[in-house]
């Protein structure tokens, strides 16, 4: 009797459940069929089990709710000197933290659409708590960045991540996990090297640079109707 191997993908490990639905090539569903007509087993210690699908489920790919990260996040952002647990006091205890598996399940995303939805809103993966950067604390990051490769005569093209993430850690107290995911979000990261993707990069510190100016603006704006209505 000839003999057939199956074989499930590599992640199927990782996959819950407990049924698989196969699709089995002609000649295995025949030799099962007769096995089974027969009543003789494959192998001393297999069972076979022979039913029919009444039912025909068809699938269609979902379209990842990324746009929901705002508000699932909001009021959760990672500032300059902010204490890990400064940002939940007065919180409910079930609100505390918002992980990346939390994401995943809510969210009905692969991890590749995610890990780029985070890239994209500039939100960092903290021990896989999910924290969206502030505004002004990214745009000082990028300008210690940019200060950084001059100051360690640095390639913008080739930059050693090793020792920019550890003079932005020792000169500015920025943690390496902070900076290093900051600076893949405006390049690319290949064997401890920085590929700088300048126009996203400058275009970032120049809309910070803008929003700046628009507080200070305001802020004067404020004053000024402030003064003529005493």
Known sequence: ???????????????????????????????????ADSMTPLRDDAVVIRDQINEILELTP?????????????????????EDD???????????KYTYEDALRNIQASDAELDRGLKDRHILNIHG????????????????V??????????YESASVERLSSSLADDHDVPRAISTQVI?????????????????????VGLGVLRQHRVSRACEFQSNVFRRFR
Not at 10 to 35: H, T, V
Not at 129 to 143: H, M, T, V
């Open 62 to 82: 979902s379209v990842p709710k990324l746009h929901t990260l705002t508000a699932l996040l909001r009021g959760r952002e990672y500032d300059d000197g902010q």
């Open 129 to 144: 708590e999910l924290r969206p950067i502030a505004p002004s604390y990214l745009n000082r990051l990028l300008e210690l």
């Open 86 to 96: 400064d940002i939940y006091e007065g919180l409910p205890e079930d609100t505390k």
């Open 184 to 204: 893949s979000w405006f390049g690319s990261i290949k064997d401890g090297k920085w590929k700088m993707d300048v126009n996203p990069l400058i275009k970032e």
């Open 146 to 155: 940019l200060n950084g490769l001059v100051a360690l005569s640095l390639s």
């Open 1 to 35: 009797m000839a003999e057939s191997d199956l074989c499930f993908s590599s992640s199927s490990s990782k996959d819950s459940g407990f049924f698989k639905l196969l699709e089995l090539p002609p000649d295995l569903c025949k030799l099962i069929e007769s096995a």
